[in-house]
């Protein structure tokens, strides 16, 4: 039997209890039905006591060592410009050399390129040909089976 992919969900939502109970319960169950063993980080390493010294440096770390463990990453991309954290976890996923999935349902354009929606770099992890594939605009398009995610899925380990 073949080990399910590790998929890191890099995302903003977290911080609020209707986006947590929304958008973020959406993507963690799509990207489940998939098939894929998703990790939220906001479920895995935030049940802390802000009180105690040294908790955000310990969320930090643990969120560090989530992303190089991961097979791959879904960054949730939304906003001009899109959350500083997911930022700096894809810039790591990209530097691993891990696959990365961008998720932009936000119809802004944030960037100087004609080409991208983003900033460029947010798209030195993908292919330079076909990277389509690999920025989703809509939740119904991450089960799309021509797109990156479902093969990168179905692909053995």
Do not use: H
């Not at 990365?100 to 900033?119: A, G, K, M």
Request: net charge negative.
């Amino acid at each position: 039997m073949t080990k399910r992919k590790i998929l890191y969900l890099a995302n903003p939502y977290g911080f609020s209890s209707q986006q947590r109970k929304g958008p973020l319960a959406v993507l963690v169950e799509v990207l489940e039905s998939l098939g894929a063993e998703v990790w939220e980080p906001f479920a895995r390493n935030n049940q802390i006591d802000k009180t105690t010294a040294g908790w955000a440096y310990g969320v930090g770390q643990s969120d560090l060592k989530d992303v190089r463990e991961a097979d791959g990453l879904f960054a949730v991309v939304n906003g001009c410009p899109p959350d500083e954290g997911v930022m700096v976890e894809l810039g790591m996923a990209i530097a691993w050399g891990k696959p990365v999935f961008l998720f932009r349902d936000d119809f802004r354009r944030c960037t100087d390129s004609e080409v991208y929606p983003l900033n460029l770099m947010l798209f030195t992890g993908i292919p330079e040909k076909g990277w389509e594939d690999y920025l989703y605009c809509s939740v119904e398009e991450i089960t799309d089976p021509k797109k990156a995610l479902v093969r990168w899925l179905e692909e053995k380990r």
